[in-house]
């Protein structure tokens, strides 16, 4: 729980419950974010990263640097669509930056979120629509392994072509 957690201590493990609790890591991760953002999920989290706060760190980290990167692989984005999420709007206007992918069939049965920042801190949550997991400010080596899963699913996945913009 992270209601006494001591947040000095980067490299300890917060185990979380809840979206109470799983929301102000999340966006305590995007904030420290220097060079990238990846995340992976079923969809765009709307409870998680749908909210003014995170979409303003995506929107900071995109443009401080031309080599700054946010990867999302998502399965589906068709409800994130539909109901106007915050991320959508953002990586149509900032395609250099920000890249939404799908997982190719292999990968097809993603049901976990994973939260990658840079490359030391992450958060996971084994299950979705949970919001239980566990997360790290600081742990290099569990961060490269996480991500090299997280690279191997994006080599592997393709465009998401439905949250094109289309100029008319």
């Known amino acids: 729980m992270t209601d006494s957690l ?3 201590d980067d490299t ?3 185990r979380f419950e809840g979206r109470d609790e799983a929301i102000p890591l999340v966006l305590t991760l995007a904030q420290r974010a220097k060079r990238q953002i990846c995340i992976i999920g079923p969809n765009i989290d709307t409870t998680l990263f749908d909210t003014a706060d995170f979409v303003e760190c995506l929107k900071t980290l995109a443009l401080s640097s031309p080599r700054a990167k946010i990867k999302i692989i998502v ?3 068709k409800i994130n669509v539909q109901r106007g999420h915050r991320v959508i709007p953002l ?3 900032l395609t250099s930056s920000i890249h939404i992918r799908k997982p190719d069939s292999q990968h097809s049965d993603i049901q976990n ?3 990658l920042v840079d490359d030391f801190a992450y958060l996971k949550c084994p299950r979705a629509s949970y919001y239980e997991g566990r997360a790290c400010f600081y742990d290099r080596l569990e961060v ?3 991500q090299s899963q ?3 699913i994006w080599d592997h ?3 998401d072509l439905s949250i094109r913009r289309l100029h008319l």
């Open 144 to 146: 490269q392994r996480l």
């Open 91 to 93: 990586a149509q206007h």
């Open 113 to 115: 979120i994973l939260v």
């Open 157 to 159: 996945s393709t465009a």
């Open 150 to 152: 997280f690279d191997n």
């Open 75 to 77: 399965q589906a984005t």
């Open 12 to 14: 300890a493990l917060i």
């Open 6 to 8: 001591d947040l000095q």
